[in-house]
């Protein structure tokens, strides 16, 4: 179902858990873009000199996982030129490098080097730390919450009823 499907949906529910669930959206969505976020995302991408774009492709690719070209450029939502780009930024720094795949020596992958694995532990360190609010939450809250968006996450929810 598509996003402006899914929002016609949403819009169309009645009742309180509906409205509780757009509300913790609308919640989630203040969060991510509020400045205590922005700011901690670049502070972290200055720990490894990195723009928001090239930490966040560097984010995707895991250690001793070749990907191919083509498919960086689809997860990252780009065209092949673009994705190009992005790895030329990456490769730059030292944090990837590319390899011919074995079985056809057409594709190209991308895989991270060393200190792309370092650089991409110290961006996502940087990033761990929950911001002001969360030390609030009691030990319960904090596991309750936990598991409500590891369930969002993976698309465990039932949904609603109409």
């Known amino acids: 179902m598509g996003v402006e499907a899914r929002a016609k949906r949403v819009r169309a529910r009645r009742g309180v858990a509906g409205v509780a669930a757009q509300e913790a959206w609308d919640l989630i969505v203040a969060l991510i873009f509020s400045d205590l976020v922005h700011d901690r995302m670049h502070g972290a991408c200055d720990a490894i000199d990195l723009s928001p774009g090239l930490a966040k492709a560097l984010h995707s690719l895991e250690p001793g996982r070749p990907r191919p070209m083509g498919e960086l450029a689809g997860g990252w ?19 990837v490098e590319r390899q011919i795949l074995a079985t056809d020596r057409r594709v190209r992958t ?33 596991r309750e919450l936990r598991d409500l968006l590891k369930r969002v996450v993976a698309g465990g929810l039932p949904p609603m009823a109409d």
């Open 110 to 142: 991308v895989v991270l080097t060393p200190g792309g694995v370092a650089a991409k532990a110290r961006w996502e360190e940087a990033l761990s730390v929950p911001p002001e609010g969360f030390e609030d939450l009691t030990g319960a809250d904090a």
């Open 77 to 95: 939502r780009c065209d092949a030129s673009y994705a190009t780009s992005i790895v030329d930024g990456l490769e730059s720094r030292g944090l």
